[in-house]
């Protein structure tokens, strides 16, 4: 089974930037794409952006657009979400996901999620 760990949350200031990793271990190679979710008070967990290992292509919540960007490392273990211009409704606890993507973000695996607080 695969194993999801995040790191790099915290606080940050409305217009400034955090950068987000999530390491895989276990069993990845069952794994064709990593990303990220959200999570907000009170709210449904939401896709955030995604990267597919066999041809890089990225996606990206039109909500993030143009502000965040995802990454992997070239052994597709690892995946990077740096965040900028930040804003308060950025808020929330991420997720890093594994599995595959098609039209849509199929999850096989979590992690334990990282919480992000934007103060204004």
């Known amino acids: 089974q695969e194993q999801l760990v995040e790191s790099g949350g915290g606080l940050a200031q409305a217009g400034g930037s955090l950068r987000l990793s999530c390491a895989a271990s276990g069993r990845t190679s069952d794994q064709f794409a990593m990303g990220w979710f959200r999570q907000a008070p009170r709210k449904e967990r939401e896709f955030v952006s995604a990267i597919k290992w066999n041809d890089g292509s990225t996606y990206y919540a039109d909500s993030v657009k143009g502000r965040f960007t995802i990454s992997g490392d070239n052994a597709k273990t690892t995946v990077y979400l740096q965040m900028n211009s930040l804003k308060p409704e950025d808020t929330a606890v991420y997720f890093c996901?594994?599995?595959?993507?098609?039209?849509?973000?199929?999850?096989?695996?979590w992690g334990q999620g990282t919480q992000v607080t934007v103060s204004s």
């Open positions: 996901a594994g599995g595959v993507y098609y039209s849509a973000f199929l999850v096989t695996s």
